[in-house]
């Protein structure tokens, strides 16, 4: 991804070294004291949600995918910008069929479909706003889902969320410095971004994060886009 490009900060971040303490430190103490979301609540999500074709977009670093209970052999695509982090979880996933696709979810998307499910979970909060802009990266899962297919994830709110005085000190910080871009972030705003790509939508708000899952793609791979 080009330095310029507006989506180059929220992901350039994670680099071997932060990969190799994301777990320990981003999934458990500022999961559980900064945001006051469980990771324990990401791997349900997973677990009730993901289905045998899964894409898993900004997979981080693989942690969910590896507790999601897939059996061996499973078929999975993991689709990131940052070759880090396909390399890393790539060697963490050897038990899975693994394909792994660098691209940016804010473009068409190069992976194979059609998808059964797929996950984006801790993304949107990273993509460049407004969320007219984050919309983009929903429509482009959307079009290579098959029909009926489920998106499902979870991303910290902005400014409006019921943040603690930590949690927007944080909240703050990780805007200035770019890994975030999300102050205008809101529930009613995602499920407008949702609601455009999915004909169901449900959302709950964990202290400060939108857990979503969204159903049945409005125009899902394989099917022709409307006219007129």
Not at 189 to 194: A, N, T
Request: glycine letters at 8%; hydrophobic letters at 40%; one cysteine or more.
């Amino acid at each position: 991804m080009d330095r310029d490009d507006p989506a180059y900060r929220g992901q350039s971040d994670y680099s071997r070294a932060l990969l190799r303490l994301y777990d320990p430190l981003v999934l458990g103490p500022i999961a559980r004291f900064v945001w006051r979301f469980p990771t324990k609540e990401q791997v349900r999500l997973y677990r009730e949600h993901i289905r045998p074709i899964h894409l898993d977009v900004g997979p981080g670093t693989g942690y969910f995918l590896e507790h999601a209970g897939f059996p061996d052999d499973s078929r999975v695509t993991i689709l990131d910008p940052n070759a880090n982090v396909l390399r890393y979880v790539t060697r963490r996933l050897r038990r899975l069929d693994v394909t792994a696709v660098q691209a940016d979810v804010l473009k068409p998307l190069p992976a194979p479909g059609p998808f059964e499910s797929a996950a984006l979970s801790l993304v949107l909060h990273c993509l460049p706003g407004p969320m007219a802009r984050k919309s983009l990266a929903i429509e482009n899962i959307a079009r290579v889902m098959a029909p009926g297919g489920v998106l499902f994830g979870a991303s910290v709110l902005g400014r409006s969320a019921n943040h603690t005085r930590l949690g927007r000190a944080f909240l703050w910080a990780f805007n200035k410095r770019g890994a975030f871009d999300n102050l205008d972030d809101t529930e009613a705003g995602l499920r407008d971004i949702l609601g455009r790509s999915f004909r169901n939508v449900e959302l709950q708000t964990i202290a400060g994060t939108a857990i979503f899952v969204a159903a049945d793609p409005l125009n899902p791979s394989g099917e022709p886009e409307p006219t007129g």
